[in-house]
């Protein structure tokens, strides 16, 4: 034998076009056919075999091509993948895009059942002179209350900021406030400022604001404003408020219910214009 | 592209080769290349050297054939094919039916080419 037949230009060629065409056949297969024709070169090739020597062997041999049609023919056996055809390739093609997008679909839904809620920080307080002018801040186990008198028949409420650190963008739908308000007040609103305070100015009362939906992109903030009608009065030492509030929020595709947490707590006291 | 009476042919050698190759080896056991030279000896069995390796696979598949490595003080191992005795079965029950096969082929063909012999000699010039 030769060690340097398998080397040889010719046969090197000769191997790599058996092993392309050879990809149709099952790997056993294409593997055991290949150790077969090297076997037989190494057999018929001569130590001082010349170019053509070689090249009568490899004649000798058929073609590559030839020689896998024959094993095909033969033994009926074929990779899966070229059993399969092209015609069969489409549906599973088909079926791959299929699996592919709705497992896409989930993973993205899945992502965005976790993108996190709306945050609040920055700037806070009641909305209106008569209130704000009045509150009385109190602190108890780590909890920051704000209390103004109630005002039977006018409208109070307050204003908190809320952020969207998320990449997704955030829409406030509406909220779980149903037109009431702390001690059975009434006709509530829910207004969202429809620009975002850090880039358009930190001033709550300079700015527009609108009902939901306000989308809020990822990175920006708004300004959520609640107010309503006070009703009745409150003897002491009753008070009433509201320290959270549920946002229905739109992320993506989906519409979740956000528990939104003031971080301290919006609340109506007695009030001089109740006489009880 | 192969005229009809080579594409014949070529099946008719698919076709004999096996029994050809079982009987070579009912013989003796041989090697690849001993094998091919064996059949090419025989004269116009061979459309090309490499169809016997994947007919000896499949005699292998079909259990006609068997085969192992043997290494000869010297020369480098090779692979040697044998024949099993459901092999042998298979080429006795062949030879059975081949020498009637072959006769009734023979008579077909030449009472075949009878009436065209004779259309041939009778026709004007």
Redesign the interface.
Known sequence: ?SETALVHPLVAGYLILFDAEASVLPVP?AR??R???V??I???VGPDASDEEIAAVLR???SAR??VT??V???GKRHWAARVGWKGWIPIGVLLLVVAAVSGYYIKLDSMKHVAPLFVEGLSGWWYPPDYNREVTTEADGATQTTVPIRPGHRQGFFIQVFNFTRMTQTVLGSNLGGGGPNGGTNSQLTLSTTDPQRHGTEPHAVRYAPPPIAIPPGQSRFLRITWISRGCLPKPDVSGMDSVQLRVRVGWITRTEYIAFGQGFYLGPGGQCRI | MLGVAEAELTELRRGVLGPCVLALLGQRPRFGLELVRDLAGAGGLLTSDGTVYPLLNRLRDAGLVTSEWQVAEGERPRRYYSITPAGRASLAAFRGEWAQFAATVTQVLEGAAEPAAAAAKGRPR
Request: aromatic content about 0%; charged content about 25%; cysteine-free.
């Open positions: 034998m297969r055991e056919l150790e077969q024709v076997a037989h190494e057999d018929a000798g041999l058929g030839a020689l024959e094993a023919a033969a033994t």
